[in-house]
């Protein structure tokens, strides 16, 4: 049984950072594609970093340069700096193994202006 759990959400002032965990059951580097969705509030769900097995990363614009994601054996992470108000949302880790995608149960990060 595949498991993803997120940890290291919580609230912050703008220019703030945080540290996300998203502890897997297996071994990261089993997952051709591991990212980080974000959802706000009235919102669809958004790609903000993805990683694949080779270790080639992606990031949306809107968090080019301030986000990083990076993975160790069994955690991937994400560290979040320069917190800006519109970085508020529900946070979720996402895993996929060939065609089949695991999803944590979500981290909250409040960020205040």
């Known amino acids: 049984q595949v498991q993803l759990v997120e940890s290291g959400g919580g609230s912050v002032q703008a220019g703030g950072s945080l540290r996300l965990s998203c502890a897997a059951s297996v071994s990261t580097f089993s997952f051709n594609f591991m990212g980080w969705y974000r959802q706000a509030p009235g919102k669809q769900r958004e790609l903000v970093a993805s990683?694949?097995?080779?270790?080639t990363t992606n990031y949306a614009d809107s968090v080019k340069g301030l986000f990083t994601i990076s993975r160790d054996k069994n955690t991937m992470y994400l560290q979040m700096n320069s917190l800006k108000s519109e970085d508020t949302a529900v946070y979720y880790c996402?895993?996929?193994?060939?065609?089949?995608?695991?999803w944590g149960q979500g981290t909250q990060v409040t960020v205040s202006s």
């Open positions: 996402n895993g996929r193994i060939f065609n089949r995608d695991y």
């Open positions: 990683i694949f097995s080779g270790g």
